[in-house]
């Protein structure tokens, strides 16, 4: 496969280089600007939910990064596939790949940006693995020495988290933990390591 095919088969043009750093590919683009004026005027679906393009820092053709409703750790975010998709292994060749080279890109870009010296990334694939919103997603944490005193209770601060989050969804009670203006000033922060 040649460097155009490779380009073209993730939807990027002639105008366009692929970096590889310590973060992973890195994507640079001529039309940068272009890519986020795009990126504010399409449509992310999680599960049932639309989910307001201003909460998303980092999309691809076949994934996009969003800020968290509820985070246990600064910087947790999700990594989604655009197709709304509930179990992993109905993931595309394609998606899957995406979808951890986007982890990848996420994780070392907000690994940095938070001074972390480890990242955590988890699937909660069912609903039976504590799933409550039935799309794929990786939770991304920034992680620090001594963030939790059990490394393994960052799975339960997970676990909360997502039940608070579903009984919320379930009532339709308004978001209390973060507000979508405090979501959409994170999202900005965390797209500016992308450009």
Known sequence: MTTLQLLSSLGLGRNC??????????????????????????C????????DSKEVFYST????????????VPGHVLVCPRREVK????????????LWLTAQRVGGGLEGHHKASSLTFTI?????????VPHVHIHILPRREGDFERNDE???AIDVKEKEMQETLDLDKERKDRSPEEMSREADEYRSLFL
């Open 44 to 51: 992310y679906t999680f599960g049932p939910y639309k989910i």
């Open 61 to 72: 053709p076949f994934s996009y990064a969003m800020v968290n409703l509820r985070p246990v």
């Open 17 to 42: 280089f692929i970096r590889i750093s310590r973060g992973g590919f890195r994507t640079i683009s001529s039309s940068t600007a272009a890519a986020t004026a795009k990126m504010s005027t399409e």
């Open 87 to 98: 179990r992993f292994v109905d993931l595309t060749v394609d998606e899957t790949s995406d």
């Open 154 to 156: 960052i799975y339960d």
């Open 124 to 132: 909660q694939d069912g609903p039976q693995s504590g799933q409550t």
